[in-house]
Each structure stands twice: as C-alpha cells, then as structure tokens.
C-alpha cells in the first residue's frame, strides 16, 4: 500500500537521498551540492521555499514530489514541478502516478493556472510518462540561468 502525504520537517534525510538518487540517475551527481539541513531550512522554516508530497510504503519514503510557486505574468500562479523521484527500485508501481495526481489536484485545489515542469531530453521513460497526462512539450524555450554559487 502506498500513502501520499505532504512532507514533514522528519523526512528531509530521505528527501535528500533521493535527490541524490536522481542527481547519479542524471550523471550530474557532483553538481549536487544541497543537504538535509538546508532542505529542512528553506523547506520547514520561517519562510518555507518549497512544498513537497511524499510516497510511502510501510512508514518509508519511496519517492516525492518537490514543487514551488511561480509566477507568469500571462496566466497568474504556477506550480513548478522540481523533481518527481520515485526510487529506482519501486519504478513501474504506479507511484509516480500517484505522486503526479496527488501534485495536480492539489494544484487545482489551490487555484494554480499550471503544472509546470522540465524533463531531459533523453530521459524517454518520463517523456512518455509525461504524455500520459497530455503534457506538452515545448520546443521553442531554452534554459538559461545565472550560477551564484
């Protein structure tokens, strides 16, 4: 049985191991560079940055959902999907259906214009994962970002 819930300041060590689950999943693993204290910080303090949904199975964390809020200038509120990371063991359980479901309504519930989100090129499993919700795919855009680290 799989419970979804939203995260507690307790789960950060397992938020943290999967997020460097993914970061190796994505050969990027040395660019990972957050911890558990910081999660906690900016998740679960005075000012939390984040929301995250966590997928359990017998009291452990198999996978999550980490989102934040955006804002488009044409459209209002927008959530942004961070990372949907369910545990390479647990893959094709149905989990990240349930996580993505859990995010969407809950998006819904909250009065978000989107859902909003960036997969790899190459990572074909969530592509087609992602066109299951008739996500779309937009060619034009490219990622820019100034590093401050």
């Not at 507690?8 to 943290?16: G, R, V």
């Not at 959902?65 to 647990?90: A, M, P």
Request: include cysteine; proline fraction near 3%; aromatic fraction near 14%.
């Amino acid at each position: 049985m799989v419970n979804i819930r939203p995260a507690q300041a307790e789960d950060c060590e397992a938020l943290h191991r999967l997020i460097l689950e993914l970061a190796i999943f994505e050969r990027a693993e040395e660019m990972m560079v957050n911890t558990t204290e910081r999660l906690l910080k900016d998740g679960f303090g005075e000012q939390p940055q984040y929301t995250c949904f966590v997928a359990e199975m017998e009291a452990v964390v198999v996978g999550m959902s980490f989102c934040y809020t955006r804002y488009s200038t044409w459209i209002g509120k927008v959530l942004y999907l961070e990372d949907l990371i369910v545990q390479q063991d647990k893959r094709g359980e149905g989990i990240g259906k349930l996580l993505m479901d859990y995010t969407i309504a809950y998006a819904k519930a909250n009065g978000f214009a989107r859902v909003s989100w960036q997969v790899l090129d190459w990572n074909t499993p969530a592509i087609d994962f992602y066109k299951k919700y008739n996500a779309e795919f937009d060619p034009e855009w490219l990622n820019v970002w100034v590093d401050l680290r």
